[in-house]
């Protein structure tokens, strides 16, 4: 989610999990990743190595794509 220029990954998170019904626990069960973690992304506290959002993608059915400009 972006405001103004700026992505935030706790909001996109949290709308994320919210379109499919998913809460902290359920989160993160179907990605692997800690509850404190989970908790640390959705309070912006810390952002996900590239290895956890490939494990949060992936619960979500979703994939990285990389473009060039």
């Known amino acids: 989610m972006n405001i103004g220029n700026e992505f935030r990954f706790d909001l996109w998170l949290y ?9 902290k626990t359920e989160m993160a069960e179907a990605s692997g990743v800690s509850i404190q973690a989970i ?24 994939r990285i794509d990389f473009v060039s400009r």
Not at 15 to 23: A, I, L
Not at 44 to 53: E, G, I, M
């Open 15 to 23: 709308n994320e999990m919210q379109k499919r019904g998913f809460n």
């Open 39 to 62: 908790m640390h992304y959705l309070n912006n506290k810390r952002l996900p190595t590239l290895r956890t959002l490939i494990a949060i993608l992936d619960a979500f059915d979703m």
